[in-house]
């Protein structure tokens, strides 16, 4: 059974910048390598969003627009963690972000996806 664990969560200011990781257990570096990883994040009275996705078996990723430029999601070289660069905050990034993860090359639909972490708070205050 694969076990996400994000961390790197906390308060910052707006424009300041934070890094969350995650990592896999239960699973080899070899196995996790044919996944697809993903951090999804849910705002307040928000539902649920995906936000950057890479697949680990040759590093292609996907942001959304909300993000990109200024999120930069990578895999190290341990072959069973996923970090993601959050840089220039903004009030609107405040959730907690969730690392999923799924076998193949892309994530399934939030409903269908196999694995979640249990997330991490991310708050951005003026």
């Known amino acids: 059974q694969v076990q996400l664990v994000e961390s790197g969560g906390g308060l910052v200011q707006p424009g300041g910048s934070l890094r969350l990781s995650c990592t896999a257990s239960?699973?080899?570096?070899?196995?996790?390598?044919?996944?697809?990883v993903a951090w999804y994040r849910q705002a307040p009275g928000k539902e649920r969003e995906g936000i950057s996705c890479i697949a680990m078996t040759d590093g292609g990723t996907y942001y959304v627009d909300s993000v990109k430029g200024r999120f930069t999601i990578a895999r190290d070289n341990t072959g069973n963690t996923v970090t993601l660069q959050m840089n220039s905050l903004v009030p609107d990034d405040t959730a907690i972000y969730y690392c999923?993860?799924?076998?193949?090359?892309?994530?399934?639909?939030?409903?269908?996806?196999?694995?979640w972490g249990q997330g991490t708070q991310v708050t951005v205050y003026s």
């Open positions: 239960g699973v080899s570096g070899f196995a996790f390598q044919h996944y697809a």
């Open positions: 999923v993860a799924d076998p193949g090359s892309v994530v399934k639909p939030t409903h269908a996806i196999a694995y």
